[in-house]
């Protein structure tokens, strides 16, 4: 194994302080921008929280309503499709 002498000088000239404490600023850093979307994340969810709290109507509750509102929507919008399929005289439409 032969070791080019451009390498040996390249790594004679690093200067190892620096890229000791390159890393270690750069550990820093993850920790602090982790830490910052932790809490920002935490903010967020707390907000959403109190939100739901001070709600009249719970959303669980709301869905449950909507869903309600479209399947009366659906059976409506079948019940207006067959009577105008069969001429709205109340026969139900044939198969052909």
Do not use: Y
Not at 12 to 18: A, E, G, Q, S, V
Not at 38 to 56: C, K, P, Q, T, Y
Not at 59 to 82: C, F, I, L, V
């Amino acid at each position: 194994m032969s070791h080019h002498p451009h390498q040996s000088q390249l790594l004679d000239d690093l200067d190892t302080r620096l890229v000791r404490a390159g890393a270690a600023l750069t550990a820093v850093g993850v920790a602090l921008a982790c830490s910052g979307m932790a809490l920002a994340g935490f903010a967020v969810f707390s907000a959403g929280r109190r939100r739901i709290h001070r709600m009249e109507v719970p959303p669980t509750d709301q869905a449950a309503e909507r869903w309600r509102q479209a399947k009366e929507a659906s059976r409506a919008g079948m019940r207006a499709w067959q009577d105008a399929a069969a001429g709205g005289n109340g026969v139900p439409p044939s198969g052909s």
